[in-house]
């Protein structure tokens, strides 16, 4: 995703894609019938607020409508991927940054929109959020949703029934936490293996907090055997030590994040503990806001002892972009654009998004999120880490090129399920930087 020479290979594979398919939509439109803006969203909790907005919009300004349509977090994934390649993207592209976004932009399939929207983000945003949106300088990417730290989420009373007292501070307490849940007939970690990327949260924290944030740094780089660093290859045993002591039960590999039983493991009882995004809190609201309120707990990722990261280094998502695509038509981007001015991060959007139990990285509204925080202080937590963490590192299938991004994905999957050795885990990585 660092080059243009792979993205305009995935470019041209995707149009061969959507050729065959015999797909009719019109250049930038996503539908051959849509004569106004088109955006493609998430049919998660979190897009609640977006969806309301749209509405909002949609009954004030008929003559700027915008027409959206939500998909599964994976089924989006895999769609925008092959619609933008082959010039037939939604008018509003939605991403989550990092490498995509960049290949988005070197690619000619995004347009600046500096002019329009640049006081915009600048004024609300934090900068860290901000500055993920522009490439060269220029604005490419509109922040949306909530900032998207990774915690630990806890079912208070599973672990305390356990005879586990208090959220695992260190690896080995976590170990500890995972031995006694699985005798008391738990599964002790809740885990989307089916989707492959909730592997890479577990990957990215153990490196993290190994070697220190450098460590990835490198890959990011392409440093030719960056891979070969031992925080990696620590970081790849130590996950082969907790699938091996049964941390994630039987299942895991084939269970997916779209129809979120991972996370209703935790709120029905039968799992103690699950690392996932901040984005997953709307969920937890969703599905019991008693449980919300009273039975679950977080924790930041464990330390691991004689590692160099600082416990208050964070990986995930700054958040998520919307991007106009260049191929829409100038009535769809004006569309676009002004609804991209009139909504980000407004007011009334902020309110929405606190509601569900998502944090705006948006800036000087500390009282609000004081105002809006539940019994466990979750949004205020949320808040004030991604503030002062020291480092936050982008979820690895977002920071590297496509073809490492999903080398890394396959290659994982493989350490989880115990048919790869970290060393050919290190071996196979270190093969995409060329």
């Not at 990327?197 to 990835?216: H, K, N, Q, T």
């Not at 999903?406 to 995409?432: C, G, I, R, W, Y």
Request: aromatic content about 10%; proline content about 4%; glycine content about 8%.
């Amino acid at each position: 995703m660092k080059t243009t020479g792979k993205i305009t290979a995935l470019i041209a594979a995707a149009s061969m894609l959507v050729g065959m398919a015999g797909c009719g939509s019109t250049p930038g439109g996503g539908s051959a019938s849509s004569d106004g803006a088109t955006m493609w969203g998430i049919s998660d909790n979190n897009f609640g607020p977006t969806k309301q907005a749209v509405e909002q919009w949609n009954s004030k300004h008929s003559d700027q409508k915008i027409n959206a349509e939500y998909f599964a977090n994976d089924s989006y994934k895999k769609k925008i991927r092959t619609s933008v390649g082959a010039g037939n993207a939604p008018t509003m592209i939605y991403s989550w940054g990092g490498a995509t976004l960049r290949d988005y932009a070197k690619a000619g399939e995004i347009t600046d929109v500096s002019k329009d929207l640049n006081s915009t983000v600048k004024s609300k945003v934090f900068k860290a959020v901000a500055d993920e949106g522009y490439i060269d300088g220029k604005l490419y990417g509109i922040p949306t949703q909530g900032v998207q730290p990774v915690v630990l989420y806890i079912n208070k009373k599973v672990l305390a029934d356990a005879g586990v007292k208090q959220a695992p501070k260190t690896w080995d307490e976590l170990l500890d936490a995972v031995a006694k849940l699985k005798a008391a007939g738990k599964t002790p970690i809740a885990l989307a293996g089916g989707s492959q990327w909730p592997y890479l949260m577990w990957a990215s924290y153990l490196v993290d907090r190994i070697g220190g944030p450098e460590v990835f740094q490198r890959v990011e780089k392409g440093e030719k055997g960056a891979w070969s660093d031992p925080a990696i290859t620590r970081a790849m045993t130590m996950i082969q030590e907790l699938v091996k002591a049964g941390a994630f039960g039987n299942v895991y590999s084939s269970m997916t994040a779209d129809d979120r039983k991972d996370t209703s493991m935790i709120v029905n009882g039968t799992a103690g503990m699950e690392l996932m995004g901040s984005w997953t809190f709307p969920d937890f609201k969703a599905l019991s806001k008693d449980f919300a309120d009273t039975q679950l707990a977080f924790a930041p990722f464990p330390s691991v002892k004689d590692g160099k990261g600082d416990p208050k280094d964070l990986t995930g998502n700054l958040t998520n972009y919307w991007s106009v695509s260049s191929k829409a038509k100038a009535s769809q981007q004006k569309s676009a654009i002004a609804f991209l001015k009139d909504t980000t991060y407004s007011s009334s959007m902020v309110d929405q998004m606190l509601k569900i139990g998502a944090v705006p990285p948006v800036k000087n509204i500390e009282s609000k999120v004081k105002a809006a925080d539940g019994k466990i202080g979750f949004y205020t937590w949320v808040y004030d880490a991604m503030a002062n963490t020291p480092a936050f590192q982008l979820s690895w299938d977002q920071a590297l090129p496509s073809a490492q991004a999903e080398a890394v994905l396959n290659n994982l999957e493989q350490v989880f399920l115990l048919s790869q050795t970290p060393d050919q885990f290190v071996d196979k990585m270190n093969a995409t930087i060329k």
